[in-house]
């Protein structure tokens, strides 16, 4: 596709069960980003995967985050044993390599009930 | 280490009259900068950026901003407000080298008729 594309567009999901969030990136793009908005705030940095060089995972709030990424391309954010605090729209983006500017995705709209 | 200030929250403007969105910037490198903007749920889009080239960048829809590195400022403006202006605009560093992108925590611009 032309853009990046994340799925689930909206997700609902109870208290305490694991959730995956799919971004693929641009084609071609070696950059990836994930970042978190809660409800009427900024963006929160995640995690940054660039190439082949090992993640920046600085923004990662616990250890029930994580994320992966296949070569590059499709990335995948999961989130362990769910609470309330983890619902926001979690945004992908992708760069091309030595190019800041990033593209970003629709988002995933997670709620934990 | 680097982060944005974006020095108010909200902003209003009477449709027709000058917009003026400040930002201050700490980068211990020649940073990269960017305003994108948020409308109502719709994904970020970015306007302009700057790249240790020109110091005052030109970007869509009639926005344009200034890098001032003696101020450590790069504030976006444009002459004349349209009601489609209204919306979140973040300013947002990036090392130049290319890096995780850090966002300030957003401008809501409201433009009454």
């Known amino acids: 596709g032309a853009g990046v594309s994340q799925s689930p567009s909206n997700k609902v999901t109870e208290k305490g069960k694991d959730v995956e969030l799919r971004c693929d990136p641009i084609?071609?793009?070696?950059?990836l980003y994930w970042y978190r908005q809660r409800l009427g705030q900024g963006l929160e940095f995640l995690i940054y995967?660039?190439?082949?060089?090992?993640?920046?995972k600085s923004g990662l709030p616990s250890d029930r985050f994580s994320a992966e990424r296949t070569g590059e391309s499709v990335s995948t954010l999961t989130i362990q044993r769910t609470q309330q605090e983890d619902s926001a729209v979690y945004l992908c983006?992708?760069?091309?390599?030595?190019?800041?500017?990033?593209?970003f995705g629709q988002g995933t709209r997670l709620t934990v009930v | 280490a680097q982060s944005v200030t974006q020095l108010d929250s909200h902003v209003s403007v009477s449709e027709g009259t000058p917009v003026l969105l400040r930002c201050n910037y700490s980068?211990?490198?020649?940073?990269?900068l960017f305003w994108y903007v948020q409308h109502p749920n719709k994904g970020l889009q970015l306007l302009l950026k700057?790249?240790?080239?020109?110091?005052l960048v030109k970007g869509i829809n009639g926005f344009e901003a200034e890098f001032k590195k003696s101020e450590t400022s790069f504030h976006l403006t444009k002459p004349s407000a349209h009601m489609s202006d209204a919306a979140e605009y973040f300013c947002?560093?990036?090392?130049?080298?290319?890096?995780?992108?850090?966002f300030g925590t957003g401008t809501r611009l409201a433009v009454r008729p």
């Open positions: 983006a992708s760069s091309r390599q030595g190019d800041t500017e990033a593209f």
């Open positions: 084609s071609g793009h070696t950059a």
């Open positions: 995967f660039q190439g082949n060089s090992a993640p920046d």
């Open positions: 980068s211990s490198y020649s940073p990269s």
């Open positions: 700057y790249t240790s080239a020109a110091t």
């Open positions: 947002v560093v990036s090392k130049s080298s290319g890096d995780k992108l850090t």
